[in-house]
């Protein structure tokens, strides 16, 4: 393919996967409003602030029925996390919804059959149980901090009008500015793996399953598949001679995560965490596959030669175009207000504040988002290696000095 091809069938590969996955993101943004503007702090605390079992359960029961993608997914966790809720139920979180839906498990019945489709979201839940019990067992430093956070209670217009403008404007603006470059990124590197990679490439290992389910794990990770895009992708390697558990391997894999997920979660929970969920994903589907292959009877598990194989294709391409044009406009108003605040960042209504005692991340987001929600506020960035917070606005020194006092943790003064 001459170079001209690859530039295009990469723009079509690109675009054909902003319109797949935009309507998702857009609802993965709302539901990060929703909980920001409606939920409050303490309610999450309790519910989701330890690294228990407990949690890790609350968190998947909440994942498995959410129709959101790997991608759509990730502003709702990220809302989760800055909220209040600890690694392992923000990990269970994460496992769980993309995995499957309520709309993909009635797509995987009618392709795949019911075994299928009761295997999916058993195995998403089980898996996101596990991966944040085990998450949380590895996080005792951040489920210290989660317990030693005072809940503050969050300053929100009181009318439902308020919390309505309030949903919108964190949602859409506030978290569009927060992983829109990262999302960027990722989508062209998952588009670049996408047509990089032969279509025909599982098929080089279709008489040695283990070894079938571990390629598939490796491309399926990286590139972006939707929970029920997904479902035709599996229904044809089954066709081509892959056992049903490698086919099971790509429906838990594929749309459990990808590399644009992989960038804005290794910012949001550290590089050392997000690959510890991706080797929990990566061994969960596995494992399931080799359930279904040599413990499961494989007449349960025939594939269904359905017409309809070739048409599971969700959604009605015009609100798909209508989503990518909106999720556009916001990128692009996002790129030119984050530009516009960095020309301005150095006048006399910025100021950088130091500030001691933040330990991690949920530290920083914690810091960006009580200071980010005082009036007269437009904007803040805390510098986590330089214990800096740099706030934008018409504000006092003392009301900061007050709030950053109130959350635990020390206020030194300004530093510019």
Known sequence: METTGYFTEIAT??????????????????????????????????????????????AALLGVPLPLCSCGVLPTAISLRRNGASTAATTAFLIATPQTGVDSIAATYSLLGPAFAVTRPVAAFLSALFGGTLMGKLS??????????????????????????????????????????????????AALITV????????????????????????????????????????????????????????????????????????????????IYI????????????????????????????????????????????????LTAL?????????SHNHSNHTTMTKEYRIDGMACIHCKNRVEKELSALPGVTSVTVDLDKKTASVEGDIAEDTIREKVNALGYDFIGTVR
Request: aromatic share 12%; charged share 10%; net charge positive.
């Open 140 to 189: 005792r430093k951040d489920n210290a901090d989660a317990k030693t956070s005072p809940a503050t209670a969050r300053t929100l217009r009181p009318t439902f009008a308020g919390r309505i403008r309030e949903t919108l404007r964190y949602g859409f603006i506030d978290m569009v500015a927060s992983v829109g470059k990262w999302l960027i990124i990722g989508l062209v590197i």
């Open 331 to 339: 990128l692009v108003y996002s790129f030119i207000k984050n530009r």
């Open 279 to 326: 080797a929990i994903i990566a061994s969960s589907a596995i494992i399931t596959g080799c359930i279904i292959d040599y413990l499961l009877p494989a007449s349960w598990f025939l594939p269904r030669l359905s017409e309809q194989a070739a048409c599971c294709h969700h959604g009605t391409p015009w609100f798909s175009t209508i989503c990518s044009a909106f």
């Open 13 to 58: 590969v690109l675009l054909t996967m902003l319109n797949e996955m935009s309507p998702y993101i857009l609802l993965g943004f709302l539901f990060a409003g929703i909980l920001h503007a409606f939920v409050r702090h303490d309610f999450m605390a309790n519910h989701f602030a330890g690294n228990g079992f407990r949690q890790s359960l609350k």
């Open 196 to 275: 990089l990679v032969p279509d025909n490439f599982f098929l080089h290992f279709a008489g040695y399953p283990l070894l079938a389910m571990l390629a598939v794990v490796v491309i399926a990770i990286p590139m972006y598949v939707c929970a029920t895009g997904s479902i035709p992708i599996a229904l044809s390697l089954m066709l081509k001679g892959l056992t049903p558990g490698t086919a099971f391997v790509f429906l838990m894999a594929g749309p459990a995560v990808n590399f644009a997920s992989y960038t804005l979660l290794s910012r949001t929970m550290g590089r050392r965490n997000t690959l």
